[in-house]
C-alpha cells in the first residue's frame, strides 16, 4: 500500500497540470465538458494500468555494498578483541571487522554480521553446537 500511495503521489502533478492544459485548451478551442473529462480520465485510468509494470521502480531499492551482509554467517580469519580490528571472510570475501558484544574471537571461528559501518563490518561470534 506504501508504494501505491507513493506512486500515486509522483502521478499527481502530472494530472494537475494535464487538467490546467486540457481546460486552458477547451477554453481556447470551445471543446465541450464531457471531452475534457473523458481525456482526463483515460490519462488517469492509463496509470492505474501500468502501476503493475512500473511498481518496481517505486519499491525501495535492495541494500548495496556491506549492508547486504547483515545477518549473514562468516569465518574470522584472525583473532578479534574489543579495541582491535581484524579481518573476516562472509560470502567468499574478506572484510575488514571489528567485535560486537564478545570479549574475544579466535581465528576460524564463525561469526554473524550484526552491522555494517563504511567497508567495516560489526560482527560477533556464532555458538557452535556442541
Do not use: M, Y
Given at each position: 500500500m506504501k508504494v501505491f500511495t507513493r506512486y500515486l503521489l509522483y502521478q499527481?502533478?502530472?494530472?494537475?497540470?494535464?487538467?490546467?492544459?486540457?481546460?486552458?485548451?477547451?477554453?481556447?478551442?470551445?471543446?465541450p465538458g464531457w471531452l475534457i473529462s473523458v481525456l482526463f480520465l483515460a490519462y488517469v485510468v492509463k496509470d492505474f494500468i501500468l502501476y503493475p509494470f512500473l511498481k518496481r521502480a517505486y519499491e525501495g531499492a535492495e541494500p548495496a555494498g556491506s549492508e547486504r551482509l547483515i545477518g549473514e554467517l562468516g569465518v574470522s580469519v584472525e583473532p578479534l578483541s574489543h579495541g582491535r580490528e581484524g579481518y573476516v571472510r562472509v560470502?567468499?570475501?574478506?572484510?575488514?571487522?571489528?567485535?560486537?558484544?564478545?570479549?574475544?574471537?579466535?581465528?576460524?571461528?564463525?561469526?554473524r554480521v550484526r552491522a555494517s559501518s563504511g567497508m567495516l563490518l560489526e560482527v560477533e561470534p556464532v555458538a557452535t553446537d556442541t
Open positions: 499527481l502533478p502530472g494530472w494537475v497540470f494535464l487538467l490546467s492544459v486540457l481546460i486552458l485548451v477547451a477554453r481556447w478551442w470551445h471543446w560470502l567468499g570475501e574478506l572484510w575488514r571487522a571489528r567485535l560486537h558484544g564478545a570479549r574475544q574471537i579466535e581465528a576460524g571461528q564463525k561469526v
